[in-house]
């Protein structure tokens, strides 16, 4: 299941050899050769149990064992032909209420019990419903119930209509439809589309979006795509040729295209279109083909500096973190958090502790929206949730030295549908060391210089044409970042070649007939913190100019213009954007924990690294979404943590945007954050931010959108959270001692002069670093690499041989993937 690696897993009682080693001999004893995995420990195990973790096989079979029990009297079949049908849609672990929690993590209470949410797909009175329930506790037992699962849905109901129960059956009827109009297609998009067979590479598709979805009424606008099989390019293949449908009934049979439309025009029936065509003033379009111009690799080229390899991070002595790979815990240089997956909405990282405090009880995304604006009837009223689909789902599995370096730890995904499903390595944990120091200093004596490595968590989800890479990142300090970089196939438009007809333009003419169709990528994510506790409250920090006057500065300067720092209070449950000029700090402090120096103990909330402030959605009121995403509205959320509001979101909102089963808006609703208005009110603080891009694409976005151009961050640093910079006790990094004479420079000290080494307490081993040569005296903190390193092709490149996916069960972003998901293989 896991990469060949040279960091195999030693012997114990090898281990302890190395351990005892390591504090008997003052310079390393072995060659990397002979010993190359040293100081990893053989077994490291969590001392809580991961309450987060998905439900195993075992947890999801009994689950299914009593779903399927005749007594439960559910009828629901293990092969549903469509929505119409009662089946077990997934199973997932329903997280535990952090109420419950909370005791258990502090050693006062047991575990909470497990309980599962189960997704069922029902028909009551010929209507077809989505449902959740949860069941539990597990293991089932006489105990076990079935309930409506409402309590974490603040529409108060536990259901969403299913809008497109026979969603196959609708695609079928599209390629048929496009298929009975081959003489049109033929003639304006030159081909013909191949119900008999969709994989079919000369054949059209169809993708089809829902415009108007009320009781009873349905109606989609559909359009042609070529196929793009080979570089799965679909998205970028679209064709000049729309009809609208209605399929309001639930008997195919009455199904009809209302209009169709090409080039600005529309044509009230299919008959319109050929008359039109037949006249010889008919404007033809030009056709948006497949060709090289998609293919994602360049093998052939080879300008200079090709026919080198580039540089690559290694890790010859071994991992630093510590992983207890069933438990799914992490620790490393002071932090400690727990791993956790879901179907819908990828990894989440759950009691993150740093040097034994608390900092954020979860992290996770919530929903992950790309919204489209245009002037053809597809583009002008596009918009994905992309949890729908099923992010957790596609987690592919990782490629060792190009998602990650070849010495990660990889970890699986598991998720339960019809049957459970496990996708190898589509989680990697690694360290890697910037490309610059994280810290130092020159003076006239002596230069500090330490290494700034990270800890990254890294999980890549496959929506359709999109491949989003997620980060959490630690540094060192305490900081935690947040980081999401997407690349893939952009989503384009028909771009006609005279060019948009409407007032507006959204995109750029990329290629013969496409345009690069402007959309905005709004992420969003729940980081739950507890500074030093629970008891949070939130600041704005201003940062102001200011004028005033000073009795020091008279007579001289009656007046004078300065900045002072101003403190406002985060009063109600409230949306912020990100300030301008960065004239405010967001901080979150403990109630009434402080530091050493009598100042509160705090974060910052602060965008990180990548294109700019991760921006929120610009479209005001978006029609399409109605209310299934308002927290995309602002750039970050502070709220009352409640056990009702697990998520910002729910996938189902995506089929039910008016009147979603969690409303974001319901939740932000101005309650007072101040424990002092409220008796009731412990102090615990959520905070909900986005991350995302205004994503403006243009020729560099084809083939792909490139990582570095949509990348963005959200960090979370320390603020008076420590007395002082925490990360010396743990970097890696060395003393110079200059001999200052002619001040900064690298002079030759005078014979026998050893210089200031900070040796306060110098034993001999300690002094290991100390090998000045006759110019400098040196001396390294943290450990060194003090002989060579060998190292194997597969510590540099690795062959791929262990890459365990065969196939991917990628989504085409139709709801048909989504609903009758990839587990009826
Ligand atoms: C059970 O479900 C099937 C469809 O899967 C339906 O045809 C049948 O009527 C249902 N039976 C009952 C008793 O509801
Ligand atoms: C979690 O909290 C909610 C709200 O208080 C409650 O309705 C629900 O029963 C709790 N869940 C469990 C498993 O105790
Ligand atoms: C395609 O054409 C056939 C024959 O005219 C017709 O029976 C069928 O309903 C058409 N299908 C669609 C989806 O338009
Ligand atoms: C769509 O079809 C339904 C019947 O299936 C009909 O009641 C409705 O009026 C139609 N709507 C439009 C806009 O054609
Ligand atoms: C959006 O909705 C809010 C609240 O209903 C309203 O105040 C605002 O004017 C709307 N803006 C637009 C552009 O529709
Ligand atoms: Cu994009």
């Given at each position: 299941m896991h990469y060949p690696q040279r960091l195999v897993a030693i012997v114990s009682s090898l281990a302890v050899f190395v351990t005892l080693a390591l504090f008997l001999i003052s310079s390393w004893p072995f060659s990397s050769q002979a010993s190359p995995a040293p100081a990893k420990e053989a077994t490291f195990t969590a001392a809580k149990t991961n309450l987060w973790v998905e439900l195993t096989d075992s947890e999801a079979t009994q689950v299914y064992s009593f779903l399927y029990d005749e007594a439960r009297n559910l009828n629901l079949t293990k092969d549903p032909r469509n929505g119409y049908d009662n089946y077990v849609m997934y199973t997932e672990l329903l997280r535990p209420n952090k109420t419950d929690v909370l005791p258990y993590l502090s050693d006062?209470?047991?575990?909470?019990?497990?309980?599962?949410?189960?997704?069922?797909?029902?028909?009551?009175?010929?209507?077809?419903?989505?449902?959740?329930?949860?069941v539990g506790p597990l293991p089932i037992s006489d105990k076990t119930t079935m309930q409506p699962l409402d309590y974490c849905y603040n529409a108060g109901r536990n259901w969403v209509k299913n809008p497109v129960p026979s969603f196959m059956e609708f695609q079928e009827w599209g390629l048929k439809l496009s298929a009975n109009v081959s003489d049109i297609t033929l003639q304006l998009l030159g081909a013909a589309a191949n119900p008999a067979d969709a994989d079919d590479p000369e054949g059209l598709l169809v993708s089809t979006r829902p415009v108007w979805i009320e009781d009873g009424t349905i109606i989609h606008w559909m359009q042609l795509y070529r196929p793009g099989?080979?570089?799965?390019?679909?998205?970028?293949?679209?064709?000049?040729?729309?009809?609208?449908?209605?399929?309001?009934?639930?008997?195919?049979?009455?199904?009809?295209?209302?209009?169709?439309?090409?080039?600005?025009?529309?044509?009230?029936?299919?008959?319109?279109?050929?008359?039109?065509?037949?006249?010889?003033?008919?404007?033809?379009?030009?056709?948006?083909?497949?060709?090289?111009?998609?293919?994602?690799?360049?093998?052939?080229?080879?300008?200079?500096?090709?026919?080198?390899?580039?540089?690559?991070?290694?890790?010859?002595?071994?991992?630093?973190?510590?992983?207890?790979?069933?438990?799914?815990?992490?620790?490393?240089?002071?932090?400690?958090?727990?791993?956790?997956?879901?179907?819908?909405?990828?990894v989440s990282l759950f009691d993150i502790k740093f040097k034994g405090d608390s900092v954020i009880y979860e992290l996770g995304m919530q929903e992950a929206m790309a919204h489209y604006a245009g002037?053809?009837?597809?583009?002008?009223?596009?918009?994905?949730?992309?949890?729908?689909?099923?992010?957790?789902?596609?987690?592919?599995?990782?490629?060792?030295?190009?998602?990650?370096?070849?010495?990660?730890?990889?970890?699986?995904?598991?998720?339960?549908?019809?049957?459970?499903?496990?996708?190898?390595?589509?989680?990697?944990?690694?360290?890697?060391?910037?490309?610059?120091?994280?810290?130092?200093?020159?003076?006239?004596?002596?230069?500090?210089?330490?290494?700034?490595?990270?800890?990254?968590?890294?999980?890549?989800?496959?929506?359709?044409?999109?491949?989003?890479?997620?980060?959490?990142?630690?540094?060192?300090?305490?900081?935690?970042?947040?980081?999401?970089?997407?690349?893939?196939?952009?989503?384009?438009?028909?771009?006609p070649p005279q060019g948009p007809k409407s007032e507006g333009r959204y995109g750029y003419r990329i290629h013969d007939a496409i345009s690069s169709s402007m959309h905005d990528h709004v992420?969003?994510?729940?980081?739950?913190?507890?500074?030093?506790?629970?008891?949070?409250?939130?600041?704005?920090?201003?940062?102001?100019?200011?004028?005033?006057?000073?009795?020091?500065?008279?007579?001289?300067?009656?007046?004078?213009?300065?900045?002072?720092?101003?403190?406002?209070?985060?009063?109600?449950?409230?949306?912020?954007?990100?300030?301008?000029?960065?004239?405010?700090?967001?901080?979150?402090?403990?109630?009434?924990?402080?530091?050493?120096?009598?100042?509160?103990?705090?974060?910052?909330?602060?965008?990180?690294?990548?294109?700019?402030?991760?921006?929120?959605?610009?479209?005001?009121?978006?029609?399409?979404?109605?209310?299934?995403?308002?927290?995309a509205e602002k750039d970050l959320w502070v709220l009352r943590r409640k056990d009702t509001e697990q998520k910002a979101a729910d996938p189902l909102n995506f089929i039910s945007p008016l009147d979603p089963?969690?409303?974001?808006?319901?939740?932000?609703?101005?309650?007072?954050?101040?424990?002092?208005?409220?008796?009731?009110?412990?102090?615990?603080?959520?905070?909900?931010?986005?991350?995302?891009?205004?994503?403006?694409a243009h020729t560099g976005d084809i083939p792909n959108t490139l990582m570095h151009t949509s990348a963005s961050s959200v960090m979370?640093?320390?603020?008076?959270?420590?007395?002082?910079?925490?990360?010396?006790?743990?970097?890696?990094?060395?003393?110079?001692?200059?001999?200052?004479?002619?001040?900064?420079?690298?002079?030759?000290?005078?014979?026998?002069?050893?210089?200031?080494?900070?040796?306060?307490?110098?034993?001999e081993k300690e002094k290991r670093g100390d090998v000045g040569t006759s110019k400098t005296k040196i001396r390294y903190f943290g450990a060194t690499y003090d002989e060579g390193v060998t190292l194997d092709k597969e510590a540099l490149e690795p062959g791929l041989k262990g890459y365990d996916s065969r196939e991917n069960r990628v989504s085409d972003l139709s709801w048909n993937a989504a609903l009758f998901g990839p587990a009826r293989d």
């Open positions: 006062e209470a047991a575990p909470p019990p497990r309980y599962a949410r189960v997704a069922l797909s029902q028909t009551v009175n010929g209507e077809a419903y989505i449902m959740y329930y949860a099989i080979k570089s799965n390019a679909r998205s970028i293949l679209p064709q000049g040729l729309y009809v609208k449908l209605n399929t309001s009934s639930t008997n195919s049979g009455e199904w009809k295209t209302l209009e169709w439309y090409y080039n600005g025009i529309f044509y009230e029936t299919t008959d319109d279109l050929r008359a039109a065509i037949k006249q010889p003033d008919f404007e033809l379009l030009p056709m948006n083909l497949d060709g090289p111009w998609t293919d994602m690799e360049d093998f052939e080229a080879s300008p200079p500096g090709r026919e080198l390899p580039p540089p690559v991070m290694v890790q010859p002595q071994g991992a630093r973190y510590r992983l207890d790979k069933d438990a799914r815990f992490v620790s490393w240089m002071g932090f400690e958090f727990y791993v956790s997956t879901s179907q819908s909405t990828g002037d053809d009837p597809t583009q002008g009223g596009q918009e994905f949730l992309d949890t729908f689909f099923g992010m957790g789902k596609m987690m592919f599995e990782l490629v060792p030295g190009y998602d990650c370096p070849a010495y990660a730890d990889f970890l699986s995904m598991n998720y339960h549908e019809t049957k459970s499903q496990t996708t190898p390595n589509s989680i990697c944990i690694f360290e890697y060391t910037a490309d610059h120091a994280l810290q130092r200093h020159t003076s006239r004596l002596h230069l500090s210089i330490s290494k700034s490595t990270n800890l990254i968590v890294r999980f890549v989800s496959t929506v359709g044409n999109y491949d989003y890479t997620i980060d959490y990142l630690f540094f060192l300090d305490g900081t935690i970042e947040v980081k999401v970089r997407a690349s893939g196939f952009i989503f384009a438009a028909f771009y992420i969003n994510f729940k980081a739950d913190f507890d500074i030093a506790g629970v008891a949070n409250d939130f600041q704005r920090l201003g940062i102001e100019p200011m004028t005033t006057s000073y009795s020091w500065d008279k007579p001289e300067v009656p007046q004078r213009n300065t900045m002072h720092l101003v403190e406002y209070p985060l009063e109600k449950e409230s949306g912020i954007d990100w300030p301008k000029n960065s004239g405010q700090m967001y901080l979150i402090y403990h109630a009434d924990k402080l530091n050493a120096w009598g100042e509160r103990r705090g974060y910052r909330i602060t965008p990180g690294t990548g294109m700019g402030s991760p921006p929120h959605l610009t479209i005001l009121n978006s029609t399409t979404l109605g209310n299934a995403a308002r927290w089963i969690v409303d974001f808006a319901k939740m932000a609703d101005r309650e007072t954050l101040l424990t002092s208005e409220d008796k009731d009110y412990d102090g615990d603080l959520v905070v909900y931010f986005n991350l995302g891009a205004h994503h403006v979370f640093v320390p603020h008076n959270f420590n007395d002082r910079d925490p990360s010396r006790e743990t970097v890696n990094g060395v003393r110079l001692n200059l001999d200052g004479k002619n001040g900064p420079g690298w002079i030759a000290p005078k014979s026998g002069e050893t210089g200031d080494l900070r040796s306060r307490v110098v034993s």
